[in-house]
């Protein structure tokens, strides 16, 4: 069936360091993938996708990278920040007749400490 | 632009009743889409709608419905709030139906509701 899970349910950081939040998909057919950063009583928020035809893209701090031999998705964020604290959730993007479907991991929680 | 708009914030509800989240857009957005966030289980799709006028089911559809007469509004109705239906509950919106590469959803704030 369809699932999309993280492996850590926690990760800390120190500030200034680099972070490394995974991510694992059970659907071949998945082609798009997104990660969005969830803070405290806020809806999730965009950070950065990628689609299958790639294996890596970066943006500003944060790069996102896909193994599609192994189903796995991981997000870097470099040079973590206190602003970075939050819940990182993954999701992949399933075809329903043409309109997107996103598919939730179960969500990363990060915290970065001085 | 306000983005998307959820109301009521919070809201505690008693088993049986019914009630209606709102969920509205400015961005001329297509497609509209309702979930609910439960912990340690990240966030499921309840209904989603690709246009005025029509909506469907996604993964966990029993027990809410939803009608969509305006481009920009999306309201989810609880028939009969039951415990189980205690989660924080997302509306997102994307330009465009089709899963156009770079359009993405853009979420709301949550609506927190307890059914005691």
């Known amino acids: 069936g369809e699932s999309v899970g993280l492996h850590l349910p926690t990760l800390s950081v120190q500030e200034g360091d680099n972070s490394i939040i995974n991510c694992a998909y059970s659907?071949?057919?998945?082609?798009?993938f997104i990660w969005y950063k969830q803070e405290s009583g806020k809806g999730p928020q965009f950070i950065i996708d990628?689609?299958?035809?790639?294996d890596k893209r970066q943006g500003q701090r944060v790069t996102v990278l896909l193994n599609k031999t192994v189903k796995h998705l991981s997000l870097q964020i470099a040079a973590t920040q206190p602003g970075d604290s939050a819940v990182y959730f993954c999701a992949e993007s399933l075809d329903i007749q043409g309109a997107q479907k996103l598919v939730f991991g179960q969500g990363t929680r990060l915290t970065i400490n001085p | 632009n306000a983005g998307v708009t959820q109301t009521p914030k919070f809201q505690v509800l008693k088993t049986g009743q019914s009630m209606t989240l709102q969920c509205a857009q400015d961005?001329?957005?297509?497609?509209m889409s309702w979930y609910r966030q439960d912990p340690g289980m990240g966030l499921r799709l309840i209904h989603y709608?690709?246009?005025?006028?029509?909506?469907d089911q996604g993964e966990v559809p029993n027990g809410y419905n939803v009608s969509r007469s305006t481009t920009e509004d999306f309201p989810l109705r609880l028939l009969s709030a039951a415990p189980s239906q205690t989660s924080v509950y997302f509306c997102?919106?994307?330009?465009?139906?089709?899963?156009?590469?770079?359009?993405?959803?853009?979420f709301g704030p949550g609506t927190r509701l307890t059914v005691l």
């Open positions: 961005m001329n957005h297509e497609y």
């Open positions: 709608s690709v246009g005025a006028g029509i909506t």
């Open positions: 997102a919106s994307s330009y465009s139906k089709w899963r156009a590469s770079t359009d993405t959803q853009y």
């Open positions: 659907n071949s057919a998945s082609d798009y």
């Open positions: 990628i689609r299958s035809n790639m």
